[in-house]
């Protein structure tokens, strides 16, 4: 990334806003003339099934997109060098040079980066006036963050006349936008599951090839929920990066490239809470594969079984847990969930829960349904 507007400067871009200079043309009308067609790019929030912090462990995860998302709408802007964003939800907006976008931080950093980032990889931008509005919870992990990169990559692109043609590439652009400009080292697990998912399917991603291919979702009467512990969580500001640098840490030792190579004998060797990192990495790769078997077969008590593997594993050798989140999992269970879990990168957000024929909603409980994956609407 080019050290313009990177976040190792902040506070660089303190000149006054654009609208202070002298000139502007503010005839009413007229700038209406000069502006093209409004497009609008949604991008869907995405709830992992199974396969949790095995991304950047080059391992393998069984995400799918969800209804709910981000949604951004624009058009070319009245000044052809400036991209002006209204943040609807928040009532808040930002203003700033296409060419050097400069550093903000909060919601304002995710549209710096996407627009550096995506200069950086080759696409000519133009100028833009944006609106982001999105109905999937923030910090619930429910990955708002990626689905918020994605629809701005996808208007950004868009009102410039740019063809999205390798949405893996594009991928790997959205999480730098969140590992660069945002603080968080994410894998591409929330990337991917926005931008690839298809209706009514889970997305197997094997994260050493990026293989990726469609799983039927057939769940018959049964239900998937998601309900929030009232703990909010920020990766960048939990544990989440010290359990990124825990599995470097683990490779190193183990002389591997990633933890996809290890094995459960080995690691038994490592010091605590080394090895069990990757004994949650390695158990947690091989439930993806059995909970497609259980999907496959029809097996929802298995599939129950694997999400409650999945969780204790997260809770016990992965720590990502916290007593919010499990008083939720156990009010699942003696609700009649056939399992419960975690979701996203832990240390709070929420649980998913697969819930028998017939079982109550929960109180707060929100219903998923597996959607498509990002577009232009």
Same mark, same amino acid.
């Given at each position: 990334?080019?050290?313009?507007?990177?976040?190792?400067?902040?506070?660089?871009?303190?000149?006054?806003?654009?609208?202070?200079?002298?000139?502007?043309?503010?005839?009413?009308?007229?700038?209406?003339?000069?502006?093209?067609?409004?497009?609008?790019?949604?991008?869907?929030?995405?709830?992992?099934?199974?396969?949790?912090?095995?991304?950047?462990?080059?391992?393998?995860?069984?995400?799918?997109?969800?209804?709910?998302?981000?949604?951004?709408?624009?058009?070319?802007?009245?000044?052809?060098?400036?991209?002006?964003?209204?943040?609807?939800?928040?009532?808040?907006?930002?203003?700033?040079?296409?060419?050097?976008?400069?550093?903000?931080?909060?919601?304002?950093?995710?549209?710096?980066?996407?627009?550096?980032?995506?200069?950086?990889?080759?696409?000519?931008?133009?100028?833009?006036?944006?609106?982001?509005?999105?109905?999937?919870?923030?910090?619930?992990?429910?990955?708002?963050?990626?689905?918020?990169?994605?629809?701005?990559?996808? #208007? +950004?692109?868009?009102?410039?006349?740019?063809?999205?043609?390798?949405?893996?590439?594009?991928?790997?652009?959205?999480?730098?936008?969140?590992?660069?400009?945002?603080?968080?080292?994410?894998?591409?697990?929330?990337? +991917?599951?926005?931008?690839?998912?298809?209706?009514?399917?889970?997305?197997?991603?094997?994260?050493?090839?990026?293989?990726?291919?469609?799983?039927?979702?057939?769940?018959?009467?049964?239900?998937?929920?998601?309900?929030?512990?009232?703990?909010?969580?920020?990766?960048?500001?939990?544990?989440?990066? #010290?359990?990124?640098?825990?599995?470097?840490?683990?490779?190193?030792?183990?002389?591997?490239?990633?933890?996809? $190579?290890?094995?459960?004998?080995?690691?038994?060797?490592?010091?605590?809470?080394?090895?069990?990192?990757?004994?949650?990495?390695?158990?947690?790769?091989?439930?993806?594969?059995?909970?497609?078997?259980?999907?496959?077969?029809? $097996?929802?008590?298995?599939?129950?079984?694997?999400?409650?593997?999945?969780?204790?594993?997260?809770? $016990?050798?992965?720590?990502?847990?916290?007593?919010?989140?499990?008083?939720?999992?156990?009010?699942?269970?003696?609700?009649?969930?056939?399992?419960?879990?975690?979701?996203?990168?832990?240390?709070?957000?929420?649980?998913?829960?697969?819930?028998?024929?017939?079982?109550?909603?929960?109180?707060?409980?929100?219903?998923?349904?597996?959607?498509?994956?990002?577009?232009?609407?």
């Amino acid at each position: 990334m080019p050290i313009t507007g990177s976040p190792e400067r902040p506070g660089r871009d303190e000149r006054p806003g654009r609208d202070e200079r002298p000139g502007r043309d503010e005839r009413p009308g007229r700038d209406e003339r000069r502006r093209g067609p409004i497009l609008t790019a949604f991008a869907p929030g995405r709830v992992n099934l199974i396969g949790e912090h095995t991304d950047y462990n080059d391992g393998l995860a069984l995400p799918f997109a969800i209804t709910a998302g981000v949604t951004v709408s624009g058009g070319p802007a009245r000044r052809p060098r400036m991209i002006s964003v209204e943040a609807a939800d928040l009532g808040e907006r930002d203003e700033f040079e296409l060419v050097d976008p400069g550093y903000a931080p909060g919601w304002r950093a995710f549209v710096r980066g996407a627009v550096i980032e995506l200069q950086s990889a080759g696409y000519a931008l133009t100028g833009a006036e944006l609106r982001i509005s999105g109905d999937v919870p923030r910090r619930r992990g429910l990955s708002s963050s990626a689905a918020l990169e994605v629809a701005l990559c996808l #208007a +950004l692109l868009g009102i410039a006349g740019r063809a999205v043609t390798d949405r893996i590439a594009l991928a790997r652009i959205c999480s730098r936008i969140e590992s660069e400009w945002v603080g968080a080292q994410t894998g591409l697990l929330d990337q +991917l599951a926005s931008l690839l998912s298809s209706w009514g399917k889970a997305l197997r991603i094997d994260f050493r090839t990026l293989e990726c291919r469609d799983v039927p979702l057939r769940l018959g009467e049964h239900r998937l929920v998601a309900v929030d512990s009232d703990e909010p969580r920020s990766l960048r500001d939990s544990g989440y990066n #010290a359990r990124r640098e825990e599995c470097r840490d683990a490779c190193s030792r183990l002389g591997v490239h990633s933890l996809r $190579d290890a094995d459960l004998e080995r690691a038994a060797q490592l010091p605590p809470p080394l090895d069990r990192r990757v004994r949650h990495v390695i158990t947690e790769n091989r439930r993806v594969d059995q909970a497609i078997a259980a999907l496959t077969s029809a $097996d929802m008590g298995r599939l129950g079984e694997l999400l409650n593997a999945s969780h204790a594993s997260l809770r $016990d050798d992965y720590e990502v847990s916290t007593s919010a989140v499990e008083a939720t999992v156990a009010r699942l269970l003696a609700a009649g969930a056939l399992g419960a879990r975690i979701v996203g990168g832990g240390f709070g957000g929420s649980v998913l829960a697969l819930l028998a024929p017939g079982a109550p909603l929960p109180a707060g409980a929100m219903e998923l349904v597996p959607g498509a994956g990002a577009q232009l609407l």
